[in-house]
């Protein structure tokens, strides 16, 4: 049978095509999976054309396929489609090669070469009476073609590479380049060495000779596969001709492949800042597991998150990449509802605080227990040792508070404190425990007890982590106790530069061993324009993030493919001003034919939601809805949500709004800190939030504020 594949560039060419033709084509492409060779496919070979590979196939009367079948081999490539003329002049000037030192396919768009001929032969002439002047550094001078072709430059282009002189005019020509070349040479542009390079490519050292006349090797090539997947059956046929634009669940990065597809001795952890794709690593990992690993139908695994909007969305866009026959064996959840559920098995009674008027019974509870004290510290300072030292540390008695380390606390006490201290904490206790009341540690440190009892028993060989930054030391123990060391257990990813509430975790505490060769790394930003990229990352340059393990992390390497506009960040004297520009800026977007829902207005609390925005669009007649994590089918109107909600989404256009001093970081938050270490911790958390929310924005981004503007948007 002759292989056959699919471009990302046909995929996206169809969606572009009007809906009636749609059809034809899809059925076009069905009939040339079944059999490409049948006679009824008529390919035409195209004159004028650069590459001679190249033939067309006629779908109904006006579309044109553009097909490549190389003479060696048995390989059908579906490379473009569009109407007659178009689809002529799309395959006019493109060459599609293997690249002799990578081995992967590219598409080369030939229209710059002759351009720049033409540019040259003017140039020469003025070069010849200049020639002082032209002694020019010119950015890649120190790399040889050998090397710029192994990161990925294709051989027609290197002359081209050869004269750019800075990073603009190498991003001037970055449509021309495949995604690995302009990914290599940014990394080369911005300092990183060759090697650093070819392994942020993750390419694998050369062991084999590259036939740049192989197709079908070329196929399974991890660059290639950046583009081009090859077709197995009609199911995965129809799961690409169904989401054309959803590049994420076909073509992976071969970072990505490479973390998705090994097989592990233990743990593996992987990092990445904001839209590095790793919830796309994380699904294909999952479908990876119980495609290839946990085979037997009654092995499942179990995806974790820590907020239930992402379970949502994970659960859906599962259901897209994960054959049916195998989806029910992946369980998407949050840690706390896990937890929630095996408890409840044994003790029916119990309230969490997920409810408002169980946080307003805790409220009550830290009143009264601090009533009686008499060190004079604040009530801010008892709830913060008790997150940081008590619960972080599992600590149930005053023997063991007593011995306790107290990392990272601000102010010093004696062990005589200390003894007072607890009496607080008892009475705390004392006062949950009557009303039958838990805190989500307490529940996931006790459903762990069951676990480890064995009064239940679960059925998963294997556990998905995702949003790993924001999960508790006890979510990581219970973890452990229901997946035990072994292959393939645990897979762990997350960013602790988006860490927004206090969670900070030392995964070896928790028995989970990610040291050695399984730590892995994501750096290009799929999501968020380079342009908005580097803002976000301007809020949080310099402070320190720690690897989820002993180490720190960082945002060397970091960097974007797509390009756009620069965010706007505008300050306006009243609120009224603020909401002016807020419709304009709407107003373009509906006129530009955006969906509202592709638009969200974040703020700092629920209530300035409520109480400003929500009205204020009602007002003006501009449809809106407050995001509800249950529901991922709202229906039109633009989004409206805390910072806090949105993480792990995202949006074409994010504004944020009433980035106000007093409103972020909330006065009433910074004054109650207990001392200095604990404000600077608020502070640090304050621009991971806005990091977090910055980075929501696919496209556009506005940051606004009135009045005074926070110091978060001072620098
Ligand atoms: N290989 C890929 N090809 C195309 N798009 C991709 C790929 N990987 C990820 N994306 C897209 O990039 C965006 C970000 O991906 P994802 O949500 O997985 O990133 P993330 O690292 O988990 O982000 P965050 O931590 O900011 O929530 C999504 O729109 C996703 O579909």
Aim: proline share 3%; charged share 30%.
């Amino acid at each position: 049978m002759p292989k056959i594949a699919i471009g990302a560039e046909f995929l996206k060419a169809m969606s572009n095509i009007p809906k009636s033709e749609q059809k034809r084509v899809r059925e076009f492409t069905e009939k040339f999976r079944k059999d490409p060779t049948q006679s009824s496919i008529n390919y035409e070979p195209i004159h004028d054309v650069k590459d001679k590979k190249v033939r067309t196939v006629r779908i109904g009367l006006s579309y044109r396929a553009v097909v490549l079948h190389p003479p060696k081999g048995d390989v059908y490539i579906l490379v473009w489609v569009d109407h007659h003329d178009e689809a002529m002049r799309w395959a006019k000037n493109k060459v599609f090669e293997i690249n002799s030192e990578t081995g992967g396919l590219q598409i080369i768009d030939t229209e710059i070469i002759e351009k720049e001929q033409l540019e040259n032969e003017v140039a020469d002439e003025v070069e010849e009476s200049n020639k002082e002047e032209n002694q020019k550094y010119l950015l890649f001078d120190e790399f040889t073609d050998k090397q710029l072709q192994k990161i990925g430059v294709p051989r027609l282009l290197l002359p081209s590479i050869r004269k750019l002189e800075n990073e603009e005019e190498l991003e001037q020509i970055r449509e021309h380049l495949p995604d690995e070349a302009y990914e290599g040479l940014l990394s080369l542009a911005a300092g990183f060495s060759f090697e650093e390079t070819l392994d942020e490519l993750g390419r694998e050292p050369d062991n084999e000779e590259i036939d740049p006349d192989d197709f079908e090797k070329a196929l399974e090539n991890p660059d290639t596969k950046r583009r081009f997947a090859t077709v197995t059956s009609n199911e995965d046929l129809l799961d690409m001709l169904n989401a054309p634009l959803e590049k994420w669940r076909v073509f992976l990065h071969p970072t990505q492949e490479k973390i998705v597809k090994n097989k592990n001795r233990g743990p593996v952890r992987v990092l990445g800042g904001a839209g590095t794709g790793k919830t796309v690593a994380a699904m294909h990992r999952a479908k990876f597991l119980v495609e290839e690993v946990f085979t037997n139908t009654s092995e499942s695994i179990i995806f974790l998150t820590f907020t239930a909007n992402l379970a949502k969305v994970i659960n859906n866009q599962l259901d897209s990449i994960v054959p049916e026959s195998l989806r029910k064996r992946i369980v998407v959840t949050t840690v706390h509802s896990l937890a929630n559920r095996i408890l409840k098995r044994y003790d029916e009674n119990f309230q969490t605080v997920s409810s408002r008027e169980v946080r307003e019974q805790v409220k009550h509870a830290w009143e009264i227990a601090v009533s009686t004290e008499e060190l004079g510290f604040d009530e801010s300072f008892y709830r913060e040792e008790w997150e940081d030292v008590v619960q972080r540390n599992g600590i149930s008695s005053e023997k063991e508070y007593l011995r306790a380390k107290r990392i990272g606390r601000g102010t010093r006490i004696s062990r005589l404190q200390r003894k007072q201290i607890w009496k607080v904490f008892e009475d705390y206790r004392s006062y949950l425990n009557r009303h039958n009341i838990k805190e989500w540690v307490d529940v996931v440190r006790e459903a762990r007890m069951v676990v480890e009892r064995n009064d239940v028993v679960l059925p998963y060989k294997a556990a998905i982590i995702d949003e790993a930054q924001d999960l508790h030391q006890e979510d990581y123990k219970l973890i452990r106790t229901i997946i035990p060391e072994g292959p393939n257990d645990l897979f762990i990813v997350g960013d602790t530069h988006q860490r927004i509430y206090k969670n900070k975790v030392v995964l070896s505490h928790s028995g989970i061993n990610v040291r050695g060769g399984r730590s892995k790394r994501l750096k290009v930003n799929y999501r968020t324009t380079e342009q908005i990229r580097k803002w976000a990352v301007s809020i949080i340059e310099g402070l320190p993030y720690d690897d989820l393990d002993e180490g720190l992390d960082d945002q060397k390497g970091y960097k974007s493919l797509l390009y756009g506009l620069d965010p706007e960040i505008r300050s306006f004297s009243t609120l009224e001003e603020e909401l002016s520009f807020i419709k304009d800026f709407v107003q373009n977007a509906i006129m530009n034919q955006v969906e509202l829902s592709n638009l969200c207005l974040v703020t700092r609390s629920n209530k300035l939601i409520e109480d400003v925005y929500e009205p204020f669009f009602k007002k003006e007649g501009i449809a809106s809805v407050i995001l509800n994590p249950n529901d991922t089918n709202q229906g039109e109107g633009i989004r409206l949500a805390t910072m806090h909600r949105v993480k792990g989404l995202e949006f074409s256009h994010m504004i944020i709004a009433s980035v106000n001093a007093g409103i972020m970081p909330p006065k009433n938050v910074l004054v109650k800190a207990a001392d200095e270490v604990s404000r600077i911790d608020i502070i640090q958390r304050e621009k991971s939030l806005l990091y977090v929310a910055a980075t929501r924005a696919r496209d556009y981004l506005v940051v606004t504020s009135y009045g005074e503007k926070s110091e978060l948007l001072q620098g």
